[in-house]
């Protein structure tokens, strides 16, 4: 599972255990909340705000946040690739109490323990983190219905940046695991899965508990505090508790209380896009056709594209075209902006390597006597856009020019060229690289066995287009 950094003063830090590395774009909206000298976890709840767990502040002073101490880092490892945003105000619940530390509580009734707390623990441990500046990602819901013995026994998953075992290592990487409703209170939900112990650790705390429905996640709880890892069940939280607070914290900003399948987007160069055998490979000037897909379609008010290329473009249309007029491998994104409830935001979906715009092969290669009478063939022909080449033939002529039949005729990126059997001599060398915008030839002459050198040649098309689409070419790259 993953694991959260809990207040030494109770209990013990949260991590996950048992769990799975997060890799691509899963659980984007799930942050990393990194103090001075420790880790959380939280969830992008709106464009500028974040929840998390109380006692991931404890002992910090916030009128310090604004100064740059706390930083909330968008990606999937700490060390890694991602966008760090800093905090410029944390929202403590004004009734958060956790057993030694509970700053806005006094003892009146004198008897050791701050009136708001109870003798079972940490009490309404939600904090929220304003941003600095907004960060345009997907959004997490928010569960604001009762639970009921209905959820007794329903998978959940646990997701966070937290270490994998008790007072391990390792924190700082978002891993998920699954696990399994085991009881709640009126403000708590405990999850755990004897069989397997998966759950939350140290670096988990703050993060979310959340439950597959419809068409996407919600979150039900907020890692707050338990035992040793992977022992016992794990307390987070219950979001439906305080929504109330989160509203009138993030006020007028709206949260999303229903889940929602984030916006995506499928392209084509010839068919309809979302028909199976759409694809986005074709012959420059390709002309690209992309629709938006989205649960709700009407709420979108901008997509911007940028088309890899260079070139980018804006609009509120589901559908944009594009035009490639150069060969090669393009990665598409698309920023599509969602209003809802008076809320805008801002969902971006990449895709790499996703457009193939295809021409005339630029053949070129080099050619190196060996020992005896081989030769060593260099393939040089860019690959710029390498899943549009099918196949490589060379031919291998007697004499200085091309003409009658070839002595060799061979397939591959780079095969063997052995010419023992015919002795040494000039030879004349045709690089054939076909594909689905044509054939791309080059020549050169050689002398082998005697007075050899190297023969370095530039490409040359034979601009025919060949019928062919994308076949399996064993090739190296050098």
Excluded at 117 to 144: F, K, R, W
Excluded at 231 to 239: D, E, F, K, Q, Y
Aim: glycine share 12%; net charge negative; hydrophobic share 35%.
């Amino acid at each position: 599972m993953i694991a959260l950094v809990l207040s030494m003063a109770f209990g013990q830090e949260l991590k996950i255990v048992n769990g799975t590395e997060v890799t691509g774009q899963d659980y984007p909206e799930v942050v990393a909340v990194q103090g001075a000298s420790s880790i959380c976890t939280g969830s992008l709840i709106h464009p500028e705000w974040v929840l998390t767990a109380c006692h991931c502040f404890d002992g910090v002073n916030i009128a310090d946040v604004p100064d740059g101490d706390t930083t909330v880092f968008f990606g999937n490892s700490v060390t890694g690739a991602g966008t760090r945003i800093s905090a410029d105000q944390v929202y403590i619940h004004p009734d958060y109490c956790s057993i030694g530390f509970s700053p806005n509580a006094g003892d009146q009734d004198g008897d050791g323990m701050p009136d708001n707390c109870s003798p079972g623990g940490t009490q309404n441990d939600v904090a929220l983190v304003h941003l600095a500046e907004p960060y345009p990602g997907q959004i997490m819901a928010l569960n604001e219905s009762d639970l009921d013995d209905a959820w007794i026994g329903l998978d959940i998953t646990h997701i966070g940046f937290g270490i994998t075992t008790f007072q391990g290592s390792g924190s700082g990487v978002k891993r998920y695991t699954d696990s399994y409703v085991d009881s709640f209170t009126d403000r708590i939900v405990q999850t755990f899965d004897p069989q397997t112990g998966n759950g939350t650790c140290q670096g988990d705390s703050g993060g979310p508990t959340v439950r597959y429905q419809g068409d996407g996640y919600i979150q039900i709880g907020v890692t707050a505090f338990g035992t040793i890892c992977g022992t016992a069940p794990g307390s987070h939280m219950r979001v439906d508790a305080y929504v109330p607070f989160i509203r009138q914290t993030i006020a007028p900003a709206e949260i999303l209380t229903v889940a929602a399948r984030p916006p995506d987007f499928e392209c084509s160069h010839q068919l309809n896009p979302g028909e199976d055998d759409s694809i986005a490979l074709g012959v420059v000037p390709m002309n690209l056709r992309c629709e938006v897909f989205a649960a709700d379609p009407e709420n979108i008010t901008n997509v911007s594209w940028s088309w890899g290329d260079g070139e980018s473009s804006e609009t509120t249309d589901l559908r944009s075209e594009h035009t490639y007029t150069t060969q090669g491998v393009y990665s598409l994104s698309a920023c599509i902006t969602t209003n809802l409830g008076g809320t805008e935001f801002e969902h971006c979906v990449n895709k790499t390597n996703h457009v193939n715009a295809c021409d005339v092969p630029e053949a070129a290669f080099e050619a190196t006597p060996a020992d005896g009478l081989t030769v060593d063939l260099v393939n040089k022909t860019p690959l710029r856009a390498y899943t549009c080449i099918s196949n490589a033939t060379w031919e291998v002529y007697e004499g200085t020019s091309v003409g009658g039949t070839p002595v060799r005729t061979l397939s591959g990126w780079e095969p063997d060229l052995d010419l023992s059997e015919e002795g040494p001599g000039d030879y004349t060398i045709v690089l054939n690289v076909g594909g689905l915008g044509g054939t791309g030839a080059a020549m050169t002459n050689i002398k082998v066995g005697r007075g050899a050198g190297c023969a370095h040649v530039p490409g040359w098309s034979w601009a025919f287009v060949a019928p062919l689409f994308l076949v399996g070419l064993s090739r190296r790259r050098d």
